[in-house]
Structure formats: structure tokens, C-alpha cells
């Protein structure tokens, strides 16, 4: 199939939708940091696209798009609590998380140029950038679905844009609640595909970045 990206920011639900379309037969990265992870998944979600979402585009025009929404109230808490952990190591040179990880969160959250990168208005305001630029963006495409992944009926939607049979459709397992923050690499599941797979290029992105 084409590839479909999950382009909602972190703590919308991105590990909850990568576990439910392994059951469906689909590859899937969560967060995809080589040209080959995304030679070999079908489904992409998080990192890098959240934020390279145009590139992706142009490199697989036919792909297709799923923006992950959620309330305010119950997201920015959660991202205070991912932002907090990941601060120390989002430092170009010195952090020892993935460098398209760090470009990503900090092309999104600025949070080594804002005074209070943890504040509920910084971080409302990057959602709303975010959602405004995605939306905009779409405005005029049908190859993006907004959905969120704690409302009834959501995975049957999901599952319709994709062309899947969605009569006996159940809901989106809900993962990585309250501090949980890396339920992906302790599911195990045949269809897993490694951020950091190796090909011919070895472990080398895109050159857009």
C-alpha cells in the first residue's frame, strides 16, 4: 500500500494508533529515524512526521495522512511531563536522544529559546500552531483524516479512509496513560519495524533536513 503518515503531535494518541494497525497486517514505525524504516513500514507515526509533514508529502505523493487531536486540558499536562524528561537531552551537541528526534522538538516546542518551555501557554500555543498549519495545509486535499483517538467510533473512521472493513470495529487500545511514556518498545509484535533499521545507505535520512 501507500505510505500513511500519523502526523498528530506527541501525546495525541501516536503509540495507541501504531499498535492498533499492527493488527491490520500493516508494518509500522513508531518514530522512523532511517530512509530504510521508511522503505520498509507502511505506517509512520511521530517523529520526524509531525514536523516534516510537507516533506513526506512531496517524497510520497501519494500517501496518505492521519492529524491526531486532542483536548487541551488533558494533552498539555502530558506534554509537560514528556517535555520535562527530554529537556536535558534536546541540546544539538550534547543530548544523546536521535538528532531528527531533537530537530523535530525543537523545531516544534522551542524549548531551548522560550523562557518557560513548560508553561500551558507555550505549549497551547504550539499545539494551535501546529493544528493551524496542518489543517491549512489539507485545507484543500481529501488525503488527511482528523481524528481523536478517545472519541467513539474513531478507529471506524480510521479504518474507512484506509478502505478496510470496519463493520466489526472495536476501539483504540489506550497506551502510555498518565507517566507512561514508552509502551512501543515493550509491545512486541511481528510487524514492528525499528526506527533505526540499516539499508544500503546504512542508517542515513532524508537529505531535506
Not at 18 to 42: C, I, M, N, P
Amino acid at each position: 500500500m501507500d505510505k500513511l503518515f500519523i502526523i498528530g503531535l506527541p501525546r495525541t494518541g501516536t503509540t495507541s494508533i501504531s499498535v492498533a494497525l499492527l493488527d491490520y497486517g500493516f508494518k509500522v514505525a513508531h518514530t522512523a529515524y532511517t530512509k530504510r524504516a521508511f522503505e520498509l513500514a507502511d505506517v509512520i507515526s511521530d517523529a520526524p512526521c509531525f514536523a516534516d509533514y510537507q516533506e513526506l508529502d512531496a517524497l510520497f505523493p501519494n500517501a496518505k495522512f492521519v492529524y491526531l487531536s486532542r483536548a487541551l486540558d488533558a494533552w498539555v499536562p502530558s506534554m509537560q511531563m514528556l517535555l520535562n524528561k527530554m529537556l536535558p537531552e534536546l541540546t544539538p551537541k550534547t543530548g544523546y536522544l536521535n538528532p531528527v528526534l531533537k530537530r523535530c522538538m525543537n523545531e516544534t516546542f522551542m524549548p531551548l529559546s522560550t523562557a518557560e518551555p513548560l508553561s500551558r501557554e507555550h505549549l497551547e500555543q504550539c499545539y494551535l500552531t501546529h493544528q493551524q498549519a496542518v489543517l491549512s495545509y489539507f485545507s484543500k486535499r481529501n488525503n488527511l483524516l482528523k481524528i481523536d483517538i478517545s472519541q467513539t467510533g474513531s478507529l471506524k473512521q480510521l479504518l474507512e479512509f484506509l478502505g478496510i472493513d470496519a463493520q466489526h470495529a472495536g476501539e483504540f487500545p489506550h497506551l502510555n496513560i498518565g507517566k507512561q511514556v514508552d509502551n512501543w518498545k515493550t509491545f512486541k509484535h511481528p510487524n514492528k519495524v525499528n526506527s533505526l533499521s540499516a539499508g544500503k545507505e546504512h542508517r542515513k535520512f532524508f537529505d531535506y533536513q
